[in-house]
């Protein structure tokens, strides 16, 4: 399968303003479901509110439950990366021993951090061959809560560290070899580099795998972490995180850029006939989009910004080398979108994680 050569572009000029309704209308993709979906996060967030105010006045247990060194400490490690895992079952499944693996053959010193209540102690230590240090830790929070509190762990055992990645168990795969992708990050300089770029909610990069190169940016990643006021709603650790993190780094005069940008993944396609066909067949507001003039199939895509892991899926995997799945797409597909339940016919033969392998990381959490 050839695509297209990995690289950095920019995020996208342009502030929040409206994009936070339009996300919403373009995951929902009907004014009902935009209702139900609005009253859901009012009733979220009403509901976290008033837990969030009694968390700060009594703070009540500490968050870790469990700190323990792994068997590839990397005293002196330059590049570290904080994995976040969760399974309902517990399990650490063979996907994401792979992850990790993945990420320490590329240089990096894995602090994995599960949210699980608990765990077999097989696969804690079966994760100890491949991490420099484990920790469980309450489920609260999500990825950024849990970043926050072991940020501080991180910066005292590696001081030096000049590379920071943020990721979660969130994305299947890899499908595709990380060595290359990780280079291509790297290859960017200084700054914060992301994987892919949305611009629903203002341009911002997905937050299941960041990396942040140069002192400059690993202090102020810590700075952001430690800053970050962290709540039982997920809407608003979305809102205070991820949709606010690149913008942030950037205020403070980092390069943030995505190495697969939304603007690129767009044109990339609108240019092929097979994936607009595909494209106008997920999204109410997209049916009338092979009658439109060029410009104005790009200019609706800039106005009715997509989920680029979600409707975009296809083309990200085939046209631009994507080496991820979204997890959240493959087991729930939320925007019932079709061809969803192909998803193994773009997985390669050689890929580090074959469907076998996936589909037991997805029994592994329900299980």
Request: glycine residues 10%; aromatic residues 8%; proline residues 8%.
């Amino acid at each position: 399968m050839n695509f297209e050569p990995y690289r950095l572009t920019a995020l996208t000029e342009q502030p929040p303003g409206l994009r936070r309704a339009i996300h919403g209308y373009s995951t929902a993709g009907t004014w009902g479901r935009l209702a139900r979906r609005v009253l859901e996060v009012g009733l979220e967030v009403g509901r976290s509110l008033p837990r969030d105010a009694w968390r700060r006045l009594n703070p009540g247990l500490p968050p870790l439950l469990r700190l323990e060194p792994g068997e590839d400490a990397r005293p002196g490690a330059r590049s570290v990366a904080l994995y976040v895992h969760y399974a309902a079952s517990g399990r650490i499944s063979g996907m994401v021993l792979r992850q990790v693996a993945a990420l320490a053959a590329e240089g990096f010193a894995v602090v994995f951090i599960t949210m699980a209540a608990a765990m077999p102690e097989e696969d804690w230590q079966a994760m100890r061959a491949h991490a420099a240090l484990l920790a469980q830790r309450r489920n609260f929070g999500l990825d950024f809560g849990a970043w926050r509190d072991l940020a501080p762990e991180t910066a005292r055992r590696w001081p030096e560290a000049a590379e920071l990645m943020l990721a979660n168990d969130s994305v299947l795969g890899p499908i595709r070899p990380m060595g290359p992708v990780i280079a291509a990050l790297r290859g960017g300089g200084d700054g914060l580099f992301g994987m892919t770029e949305s611009i629903q909610g203002g341009p911002h990069l997905q937050s299941y795998l960041l990396l942040a190169r140069g002192a400059a940016a690993v202090g102020d990643v810590h700075r952001f972490l430690a800053a970050m006021r962290i709540s039982h709603s997920k809407w608003l650790v979305v809102q205070r995180g991820e949709l606010r993190f690149a913008r942030w780094m950037r205020g403070r005069g980092h390069r943030v850029a995505a190495l697969f940008g939304y603007g690129r993944l767009a044109g990339a396609v609108l240019a092929d006939p097979a994936e607009r066909a595909l494209l106008a067949a997920s999204h109410p507001l997209l049916r009338g989009l092979e009658a439109m003039a060029p410009e104005a199939r790009a200019a609706l895509l800039a106005e009715q910004p997509l989920n680029p892991t979600h409707h975009l899926w296809a083309a990200l995997v085939r046209r631009l080398g994507f080496p991820f799945l979204k997890t959240e797409l493959v087991r729930r597909n939320p925007g019932r979108l079709p061809g969803v339940e192909d998803w193994p016919a773009l997985v390669p033969a050689e890929a580090p994680c074959p469907p076998a392998v996936i589909r037991d990381h997805l029994r592994g959490l329900v299980s």
